[in-house]
């Protein structure tokens, strides 16, 4: 199923899958190689530990060249800067808490709380969407229904 991401969400996944597959897969497989020379593999905890992250890295690898073979990249300054959608930068105002908040609205795949960017799926994220300057928003979250109006959108 096609996920929306934003330009930067998309080049932050080309980097690392380029960093998966030309640095940490030959990193993987010379301390496997080293794992085997050590002789009986069956009870070699480096061996074993080796070829789990080599798992890892081939699942992180399908996961991302299959997140952007059905990526559709929504280009910064390509949206409409009237409503709130994916790829906007939102001034909100917490109306019972009278503290600014801003935050970026993107697809889930690259979401990051801690970074400010919101998931359209997430309920302020969903909430804001469709949504205009000086708009008030109702989001009802686990803590209770929380009132916000839009000061910005770019």
Not at 87 to 110: H, P, Q
Not at 130 to 136: L, P, S, T, V
């Amino acid at each position: 199923m096609p996920q929306e991401i934003t330009a930067e969400g998309k080049k932050k996944l080309e980097e690392r899958l380029s960093y998966l597959k030309n640095v940490a897969r030959r990193e993987v497989a010379e301390r496997i190689k080293e794992a085997r020379e050590f002789g009986d593999i069956s009870e070699n905890a480096e061996y074993d530990a080796a070829k789990e992250e080599q798992a890892m890295i081939e699942g992180e690898i399908f996961e991302i060249e299959t997140k952007l073979r059905t990526a559709i990249v929504i280009e910064d300054g390509k949206h409409d800067i009237d409503t709130v959608g994916v790829g906007s930068t939102v001034k909100i105002l917490d109306m019972d808490m009278n503290e600014t908040f801003t935050y970026k609205i993107v697809g889930t795949v690259e979401s990051d709380p801690d970074q400010n960017k919101l998931s359209k799926e997430s309920p302020v994220g969903k909430a804001l969407l469709g949504h205009k300057k000086n708009d008030i928003v109702e989001v009802t979250v686990p803590s209770g229904k929380i009132k916000f109006k839009i000061l910005k959108i770019s």
